[in-house]
């Protein structure tokens, strides 16, 4: 089965020859199954499907390398209290936030979570995305951390979309272990990371450092765990204050520190010198009304890998289309429109592990491809809070 995009108006993607983003005009590319085969002028007539793209602007699909879909509940009623002047950290002290997902997550059965979640993460193809990262976090018991993360097994299983799982217990003390936190730190390491390993239910282990939730020190006993048991880090750091939590993903050679909003300057340079990747999160500042954007200008000009995600959550950024977060990121961060569209592309899949076979348009590739229904590709960011895709292709095959 082959697949022929014809007359492309623009190609854009990284080169990894040229280790640069490159965009060329009037090329075609060519697919055999779910790989890419060629790509160059004039491919040749005969394909199984033909797709005329003189009119469009070809990138490789985008991936999202932090979100939290598997949810039970909206948390609209926070979306107001925000609006009328009660911050999140206030929120969540009170016992909001991440408790009353965890507290409606709990009440359901394994098959009813996974039916609320997959129209949601299905959503997430339309705005031309073809792999995402996808935490646990809202359990917060053994049992329930499991149920989320077989709930994502499901949802990559039944689904186009590629989701990479990542076990977040740590995203959280529960009520029941507030005045023990010490226990439920235990039960994460001695209990619930050998049961994740043992089931392969997680790719990446993710803890969420800040003063008013883990300390460095937890942080650490967590990860170690984590990695003795075989799974990969990823840390939340530095999105409320700077306690050192980037400088640890740093030493411990994690694969991203993502939010960054405080990172300092120590913060940066490990960044640069261990080679995590920066996952940073616009979409999160401004959806909770803040103005501390992370410096992303700062990072991307010290060389550190640098990513964008949409933190898709229905406490602090509900949004799945990467294709608003790339305009934030230019408005706000002042990344031009072909970084920003390296950072949701290349730079996510590094973040990610994935970059030999997603990430970019090469032959041998996997054919995970986005055409746009613009002039331009800077149109995908200066056309914001639209969705411009036109045609998803997923694995080589048109995506429903």
């Known amino acids: 089965m082959k697949t022929l995009l014809k007359n492309i108006r623009q190609l854009v993607t990284w080169d990894d020859q040229l280790s640069c983003m490159i965009i060329r005009n009037n090329v075609d590319i060519l697919l055999a199954g779910p790989f890419i085969e060629s790509v160059g002028p004039d491919l040749g007539a005969y394909a199984d499907t033909i797709i005329d793209c003189r ?25 107001e209290m925000k609006i009328q002047g009660m911050d999140y950290e206030t929120i969540a002290q009170a016992g909001g936030g991440i408790l009353n997902s965890a507290d409606a997550l709990r009440q359901l059965p394994e098959d009813e979570l996974f039916q609320r979640s997959l129209p949601r993460v299905k959503r997430f193809l339309n705005y031309g995305t073809t792999t995402i990262e996808a935490k646990s976090g809202y359990g917060l018991t053994l049992e329930d951390e499991l149920k989320s993360l077989r709930v994502i097994k499901r949802l990559n299983d039944e689904l186009p979309l590629d989701l990479i799982p990542t076990f977040l217990g740590a995203h959280e003390i529960p009520r029941e272990y507030k005045e023990k936190r010490e226990l439920y730190i235990k039960l994460i390491t001695d209990e619930m990371i050998p049961a994740v390993a043992e089931e392969k239910l997680a790719v990446y282990c993710d803890v969420f450092t800040e003063k008013t939730v883990f300390s460095l020190k937890e942080t650490e ?58 996952v940073l999160l616009p979409g999160t ?64 899949a590094v973040s990610l592990g994935i970059e030999k076979e997603k990430g970019m348009i090469a032959p041998g590739m996997i054919g995970d491809i986005a ?14 809070g639209m969705n411009h895709l036109k045609i998803l292709l997923k694995n080589g095959s048109l995506s429903e």
């Not at 640098?306 to 934030?328: K, V, W, Y």
């Not at 055409?371 to 914001?384: G, K, M, N, P």
């Open 371 to 384: 055409v746009w229904d613009v002039e331009d590709y800077r149109d995908i960011s200066y056309w914001f």
């Open 221 to 278: 006993k967590i990860l170690n765990a984590a990695a003795d048991n075989g799974l990969k880090i990823r840390i939340h750091s530095d999105e409320f204050s700077a306690i050192g939590g980037t400088e640890l993903a740093a030493s411990m050679n994690a694969a991203s520190a993502d939010h960054l909003m405080k990172i300092t300057d120590s913060g940066i340079h490990a960044l640069k010198k261990s080679g995590t990747t920066a």
């Open 55 to 79: 009119r469009f602007v070809v990138t490789p699909g985008l991936i999202d390398p932090h979100t939290h879909p598997v949810f039970a509940e909206l948390r609209r009623h926070e979306f």
């Open 285 to 348: 500042t401004f959806f909770l009304g803040k103005k501390d954007f992370a410096p992303a200008r700062k990072l991307w000009d010290a060389g550190v890998n640098t990513a964008l995600a949409t933190d898709f959550n229905p406490g602090s950024s509900m949004t799945q289309n990467l294709q608003i977060i790339m305009s934030i990121a230019c408005i706000y961060m002042h990344l031009t429109p072909l970084e920003a569209l390296q950072a949701v592309t290349v730079n996510s």
